[in-house]
């Protein structure tokens, strides 16, 4: 008899990135280019010299002392995981689960409510202004309603690409009854980071902020993704996580990558460049534009009189793979278009504006 999955999941349906081969492919906000020759042979000359019969460092005590260099922090602030997907996980799995509550603000990354709801914590949903951001009242109204055991806050915000105001994450962390989570995973494009909070006697005891190297670090092959906690919150993650759960390979290279700060600000900078540049041409064109602090801008078709699906089947079929946002709720006839090389957003800019005439 085939077994059955949980009563909970059956109606959850997976994560899904419509993966399809085309020439300038803008849809899921990876870095344009590919990290720099340096750091790929610094990290094949350090990999030769591995015991790959021994087990990596169950704490990733190495690259966490890195990474608490680089924050200003003390390492056991620091829990590395595969991807800032899994710092998600492991908190729901260690802070949420059944008769425990999870609150997002929609519309934002949809691996919230996911990783959520695969937890068995139920999951309440603020809304945002239309211009993405959250507001005072209705942090208060979410919280103090509903009690969530976890906050979820994006920042920059995916898709909307605005980040979250400081005097509202201020105010979560002051009504919250359990954690606020701050996900930065493009947080080096924006103005401000909720790390700045974190200082040095400690900052709030509750407040989590997670990090990729996916987008700046452009090692989304990786799968390396890190947190600033609190003071004492490792013992309580490292409950749940597996053992060894972060490979060899991703705590060297994670080392390697922070060697090379220097040229990842001069890529991030180059990116918003890009940014700045793609935003300005299309607030020319009869669309509607969220003003962006991230790698990606969201974009409304529907005031040039074009539906979203047929204007993403058109670049498509222009060899241009944007992410189609349209049965996303709230965002109806709304794209998402990644910052690229200079000459893919050219062509991206090019076929849009063809499609809209």
Known sequence: MKPAVRDDLRLLEGYHSPQIEVEVRLNTNEAPFPPPAELTEA???ELRSVEWHRYP???????????????????????????????????????????????????????????????????????????????????????????????????????????????????ALEIAPGLVVVDEAYGQFADWSAIDLCDDAGGPDNLVVTRTYSKTWAMAGARLGYAVIPVGMAAEVEKVVLPYHVD???????????RFTDQMEHRVAAIVSERERISAELAQMRIDVWPSQSNFILFRTSPAGHSGDDVWQALVDRSVLVRNCSAWPRLADCLRVTVGTPAENDRFLQALAEVLA
Not at 97 to 102: I, K, L, P, T
Not at 142 to 154: D, G, W
Not at 248 to 258: D, E, H, N, P, V
């Open 43 to 45: 990290l094949a000359a």
């Open 57 to 171: 460092d169950r704490t990733a005590s190495a690259l966490r002392a890195d990474l608490a260099k680089l924050h200003g922090t003390e390492p056991e602030r620091i829990f590395v995981a595969n991807g800032s997907n899994e710092v998600l996980q492991t908190v729901c799995l260690t802070y949420g689960g059944a008769g425990r509550s999870v609150a997002t603000f929609e519309p934002t990354y949809a691996m919230y409510g996911q990783i959520a709801r695969s937890t068995q914590s139920s999951v309440v949903e603020g809304e945002r202004h239309a211009d993405g951001s959250v507001s005072v009242y209705e942090m208060e109204r979410i919280v103090e309603r509903y009690q969530p055991s976890i906050v979820f806050l994006c920042s920059p915000n995916n898709p909307t690409g605005t980040s979250e105001r400081r005097d509202v994450l201020e105010r």
């Open 248 to 258: 060899t390979f991703k705590q060297i290279a994670g080392r390697a990558a922070l």
